[in-house]
């Protein structure tokens, strides 16, 4: 990718040098950068983490699990069958049975103060918290799958950035072989080159390993413990977009952090007047039937009992609950002045990267790639030293890798961006750039 930006003069010149370069050091697993048709793309990538990701199934599990609680408070409270056998076992008359009472009894306790609509409410609020849970653990996972995926392709161009580095150390190293040759420079030229070059096959062995690396990180996404795929597909130069500060702003209270963050809040309000119902005491009303074997008689047995709040008026419990309705009132201040400063942050990530990415882009890294094809030139010619080449050239791939840092920076706050607003990744790297 990074040759496209070289001018054609400077291609040209290069294309001349016809040398070998010098071997870079092999790593213990190199990659394989195989053809576009075993390569991952992002779509495939996202669509292996949902069917396989364990965090997306425990936040579905949650949601199911508060879903048949909701259903369960929504019930009346179960009756009570109560059976006593009373004047048996005694002495006297009461021997055996036979002045026995059979008393059978049914008891309904009658709930008041709107208890039960409010258990329904605060079970509907929770569910809601579930799946406002679940779309955030869906954003989470696919943002971290996405952010993976731009890590391997940043160690696939270091990797390439790295090769290219080592082979024009190496053809450095040949040129200078050929002015000592001639006697045009010292044999010290070829000791500090050797050197440059050796540095550089390291630096391509590192690059191959953390490419290794981040293809492991990015299959443990959807559970697997070696990838099955040789590259990803993707390009980072197709820079996501910088959408507007405001309409990013706005759009924030949308998203489904903040909507959790109003019900928990509204969450807290239903406790606190279930608290309050609370304290308003439920009768339980009872109608039976009793045998009186003596007689052999029956009548009906009709009650009704109401608990004294003599002792505990849940005084106690209604304050309890103000006190965590008024803190989670702060909460929802605090936490939504928090995620606006990150989500300003984020945006200001995003476009500082882009920005940087376009500069040097379009200036630093031509400027960067003309100025050591001019070096390299003068010192094959005698009219630059040493010094001024390695200059040039370390100035051309320092460049170059601040141009894929900002690129891999520029994509990683868009991720983020898109995270804090609850949204899924797009595909940015494989077709063009995204709008938030």
Known sequence: MFLRLIPLGALCTLACLVIPAAPATASAEPPVLSTAESALTLEEALARTLRSGSELAVATEELHTVEAEALSASRLPNPELTVTLENVAGDGTYRDTDAAELTIELSQPIELGGKRRLRREAAELVRQLAA??????????LATTHQRFIAVLAAQEGVVLAREQAELAGKSLAAAGERIKAGKSPE????????EASLAGLAVARAERHLV???QALAASWGEARPDFDRVAGDLSLLPAVPDAGEVESSLEQAPAAANRRIATELQRVELAQATARRIPDPRMTIGWRQFEERDEQAMVLGMSFPLPVFNQGQDEVAAASSRFNAALARELSSGNQARSTLRTAWQALADARAEAETLASQVVPAAAEGFTAAEFGYRAG????????????????ARQRQLD????????AIELQRLLGREPTAVVTTQPSTL
């Open 213 to 215: 690396t981040a293809r």
């Open 383 to 398: 009219k630059f030293g040493l010094l001024e080449l390695l200059d040039a050239q370390r100035a051309l791939f320092e």
């Open 406 to 413: 900002a690129q891999t920076a520029s994509h990683l706050a």
């Open 188 to 195: 010290i030229d070829r000791l500090r080159l050797q050197g």
């Open 132 to 141: 406002h849970g679940r779309t955030l653990a869906r954003s989470e996972v």
